[in-house]
């Protein structure tokens, strides 16, 4: 097998790094041990220099840094100009993004100006014997799974759920930094950007919860959330829906598990009045355990759980409650801290 | 503003997808039976150039690469007060990735002449790649913005775009010509009268095929197309699911003793 070269691209935004890019450079890793070759991470912006360190004990052998006032805040063609000109010098086998807001928008016109192939949402990444890339991505909301292959343009590119790849643990690994050149000041090349704004996230981040307690049309009104939400609380997790309760404005659309939503794989999934149509399950069957309350003996989400129960949520969650705090630890209170 | 190109695509409706078969065969997908809906995002994005057209007045052109049977979609959606609508439809453009797809979009809009504007969803139900807006911008050499869930246009100069990020959102400021993609918080689409779908009976919906577009076959549908599908597989669904009974308390201390044994409590 021929040794490769994958290339991961490090999604930042004001300088924190999202996870995702931490993500791929684990599964990267994963990757090159079989081939053996080299993992560089791609890092644009501004004063970033600082994540090097982390991201070489995090996986990668090379990163590629391209420092530019033009390159922060992110824009789209000066990304895809830089990244297009990193790929034509180093020449990467693979090129890996997360299936972020950014993701989405920059790897389909890099893509495009490299005239390669690219694979969207993947849920799963293999090399095949020669060592080309496997791409698995979730289609018709879930249920279907197609792998792809890009057999002959360069390089194999795909975008790639966040939470579904595991980071390493930082460990002491050497590695090398390039400083990119960026020559051009990028000024009138396309949209202005005005303004970012950040919401601070005032609940548990869906993706990082140990517990997600989901909610689906079954839960009837806006007011069934309350008790989902205790139960979350007192399992230190986080509250998710199905797009029905979106639509309906009962939960913020960020709660939303799912192929258009967020992917979730808790050690313990509750699925409360939710039928299981497929596009909720793809963001979720990967859970560790799955329990599912449902009025409906024959609802499709019993066929994936573990655990099921026939039965209205508003006669189970009630003596449930009772019955977990009975067993919380003396001085434990319902509210958790948020995992950093 | 002159003209409004708007991409459209016609989706298998979502409430049939649990009918979905798979050839196991030819590893194609069985879609006969399953009724087509216009995508609904798209919605979003003809309402938004018709917001547009309604304030400073333009063309509004809709565009799909589809069947030939997407004609009644298309009429649907001319409804909502589009102008006219251009169908790319050709064997030669079947099995397109979204590379080749964007490469056929781009060449049709270059086919229909100037355009200020061109609006998309954000993605398809049924591909869900979210690739083809990024992907004709860069064939057509314009800038693009995705995830726009709101849009305000102080003249037709300059437009004041909110794009939704995950931490929030970030405004831009962009000039046409310019691709945009909408989410469903952009705008609410129009409600569709009886008298407009009889008078979109009238209006012209154009076919073409690569003999108008003329590209090179090399590089359009299967040929075309640097992803392959080497696999297609209907998910398996594994657990084995344990029911339990009794009342209300018996299930609520079962459930209690399953966390508890994973470690959660």
Same mark, same amino acid.
């Given at each position: 097998?021929?040794?490769?070269?994958?290339?991961?691209?490090?999604?930042?935004?004001?300088?924190?790094?999202?996870?995702?890019?931490?993500?791929?450079? @684990?599964?990267?890793?994963?990757?090159?041990?079989?081939?053996? @070759?080299? =993992?560089?991470?791609?890092? #644009?912006?501004?004063?970033?220099?600082?994540?090097?360190?982390?991201?070489?004990?995090?996986?990668?052998?090379?990163?590629?840094?391209?420092?530019?006032?033009?390159?922060?805040?992110?824009?789209?063609?000066?990304?895809?100009?830089?990244?297009?000109?990193?790929?034509?010098?180093?020449?990467?086998?693979?090129?890996?993004?997360?299936?972020?807001?950014?993701?989405?928008?920059?790897?389909?016109?890099?893509?495009?100006?490299?005239?390669?192939?690219?694979?969207?949402?993947?849920?799963?990444?293999? #090399?095949?014997?020669?060592?080309?890339?496997?791409?698995? =991505?979730?289609?018709?909301?879930?249920?279907?799974?197609?792998?792809?292959?890009?057999?002959?343009?360069?390089?194999?590119?795909?975008?790639?759920?966040?939470?579904?790849?595991?980071?390493?643990?930082?460990?002491?690994?050497?590695?090398?930094?390039?400083?990119?050149?960026?020559?051009?000041?990028?000024?009138?090349? @396309?949209?202005?950007?005005?303004?970012?704004?950040?919401?601070?996230?005032?609940?548990?981040?869906?993706?990082?919860?140990?517990?997600? =307690?989901?909610?689906?049309?079954?839960?009837? /009104?806006?007011?069934?959330?309350?008790?989902?939400?205790?139960?979350?609380?007192?399992?230190?997790?986080? =509250?998710?829906?199905?797009?029905?309760?979106?639509?309906?404005?009962?939960?913020?659309?960020?709660?939303?598990?799912?192929?258009?939503?967020?992917?979730?794989?808790?050690?313990?999934?509750?699925?409360?009045?939710?039928?299981?149509?497929?596009?909720?399950? +793809? @963001?979720?069957?990967?859970?560790?355990?799955? +329990?599912?309350?449902?009025?409906?003996? /024959?609802?499709?989400?019993?066929?994936?759980?573990?655990?099921?129960?026939?039965?209205?949520?508003?006669?189970?969650?009630?003596?449930?409650?009772?019955?977990?705090?009975?067993?919380?630890?003396?001085?434990?209170?319902?509210?958790?801290?948020?995992?950093? | 503003?002159?003209?409004?190109?708007?991409?459209?695509?016609?989706?298998?409706?979502?409430?049939?997808? !649990?009918?979905?078969?798979?050839?196991?065969?030819?590893?194609?997908?069985?879609?006969?039976?399953?009724?087509?809906?216009?995508?609904?995002?798209?919605?979003? %994005?003809?309402?938004?150039?018709?917001?547009?057209?309604?304030?400073?007045? %333009?063309?509004?052109?809709?565009?799909?690469?589809?069947?030939?049977?997407?004609?009644?979609?298309?009429?649907?959606?001319?409804?909502?007060? %589009? !102008?006219?609508?251009?169908?790319?439809?050709?064997?030669?453009?079947?099995?397109?990735?979204?590379?080749?797809?964007?490469?056929?979009?781009? *060449?049709?809009?270059?086919?229909?002449?100037?355009?200020?504007?061109?609006?998309?969803?954000?993605?398809?139900?049924?591909?869900?790649?979210?690739?083809?807006?990024? *992907?004709?911008?860069?064939?057509?050499?314009? $800038?693009?913005?995705?995830?726009?869930?709101?849009?305000?246009?102080?003249?037709?100069?300059?437009?004041?775009?909110?794009?939704?990020?995950? *931490?929030?959102?970030?405004?831009?400021?962009?000039?046409?010509?310019?691709?945009?993609?909408?989410?469903?918080?952009?705008?609410? $689409?129009?409600?569709?009268?009886?008298?407009?779908?009889?008078?979109?009976?009238?209006?012209?919906?154009?076919?073409?095929?690569? %003999?108008? &577009?003329?590209?090179?076959?090399?590089?359009?549908? &299967?040929?075309?197309?640097?992803?392959?599908?080497? !696999? &297609?597989?209907?998910?398996?669904? *594994?657990?084995?699911?344990?029911?339990?009974?009794?009342?209300?308390?018996?299930?609520?201390?079962?459930?209690?003793?399953?966390?508890?044994?994973?470690?959660?409590?």
């Amino acid at each position: 097998m021929k040794r490769q070269h994958i290339g991961v691209f490090i999604e930042q935004r004001g300088g924190v790094l999202h996870d995702v890019g931490l993500e791929l450079l @684990g599964k990267a890793r994963e990757l090159i041990e079989v081939s053996k @070759g080299t =993992v560089s991470a791609f890092v #644009l912006g501004r004063d970033i220099s600082t994540h090097s360190e982390d991201l070489i004990a995090r996986g990668a052998d090379t990163v590629l840094l391209a420092d530019s006032s033009a390159l922060e805040p992110y824009r789209l063609l000066p990304y895809t100009s830089v990244l297009a000109q990193a790929c034509k010098t180093y020449d990467p086998d693979i090129l890996l993004f997360g299936a972020t807001r950014m993701g989405i928008e920059l790897a389909p016109r890099l893509a495009a100006r490299l005239n390669t192939g690219l694979s969207a949402h993947c849920m799963d990444l293999r #090399l095949d014997t020669e060592g080309k890339l496997l791409q698995m =991505v979730p289609g018709w909301g879930g249920g279907v799974v197609a792998t792809i292959r890009c057999p002959l343009h360069r390089p194999q590119m795909a975008t790639v759920m966040p939470g579904v790849m595991k980071k390493l643990v930082p460990t002491k690994r050497s590695g090398e930094c390039i400083h990119l050149d960026v020559r051009e000041d990028f000024q009138g090349s @396309g949209p202005k950007v005005l303004e970012v704004h950040i919401e601070e996230p005032e609940e548990m981040p869906l993706e990082k919860a140990d517990v997600v =307690v989901a909610g689906g049309w079954g839960i009837g /009104n806006p007011d069934g959330w309350t008790i989902l939400q205790d139960l979350a609380a007192l399992l230190c997790g986080a =509250v998710g829906a199905t797009r029905p309760p979106v639509d309906e404005g009962w939960v913020p659309e960020s709660r939303m598990i799912g192929q258009s939503g967020k992917t979730v794989k808790p050690r313990l999934y509750m699925g409360i009045g939710i039928s299981g149509m497929s596009h909720h399950m +793809v @963001g979720m069957d990967e859970s560790e355990c799955i +329990v599912a309350v449902n009025t409906n003996p /024959n609802a499709a989400i019993f066929e994936v759980s573990d655990v099921a129960v026939v039965g209205d949520y508003r006669e189970i969650l009630p003596p449930l409650l009772k019955e977990i705090r009975t067993r919380l630890p003396e001085g434990r209170t319902d509210t958790c801290e948020p995992p950093q | 503003m002159k003209r409004m190109i708007v991409c459209v695509k016609p989706v298998p409706d979502p409430k049939a997808w !649990d009918r979905l078969q798979m050839d196991p065969v030819s590893k194609t997908l069985i879609r006969e039976g399953i009724p087509s809906i216009i995508n609904p995002l798209d919605k979003h %994005a003809v309402e938004a150039a018709l917001e547009m057209k309604d304030l400073f007045g %333009a063309e509004v052109v809709l565009l799909s690469m589809a069947p030939c049977d997407a004609y009644p979609v298309l009429r649907e959606v001319l409804a909502m007060g %589009a !102008d006219r609508a251009v169908l790319l439809s050709d064997k030669a453009f079947a099995g397109s990735d979204t590379l080749a797809t964007s490469r056929i979009l781009a *060449q049709g809009i270059r086919n229909i002449g100037e355009f200020d504007l061109i609006f998309c969803g954000n993605f398809t139900l049924d591909g869900s790649t979210a690739q083809v807006p990024s *992907q004709v911008a860069e064939f057509l050499d314009i $800038p693009n913005v995705m995830h726009v869930c709101d849009m305000e246009i102080p003249n037709t100069q300059s437009l004041l775009l909110t794009q939704k990020i995950e *931490q929030g959102t970030v405004k831009l400021e962009a000039k046409p010509p310019l691709l945009l993609s909408f989410t469903k918080d952009a705008n609410k $689409p129009r409600y569709i009268s009886f008298m407009e779908i009889l008078a979109a009976e009238k209006r012209e919906i154009q076919t073409w095929d690569n %003999a108008n &577009l003329n590209i090179d076959e090399t590089l359009i549908g &299967l040929k075309g197309s640097p992803t392959q599908m080497a !696999d &297609l597989l209907l998910q398996s669904k *594994q657990r084995k699911g344990i029911r339990l009974t009794g009342n209300p308390e018996e299930i609520a201390r079962q459930l209690a003793d399953k966390i508890h044994q994973l470690g959660i409590i």
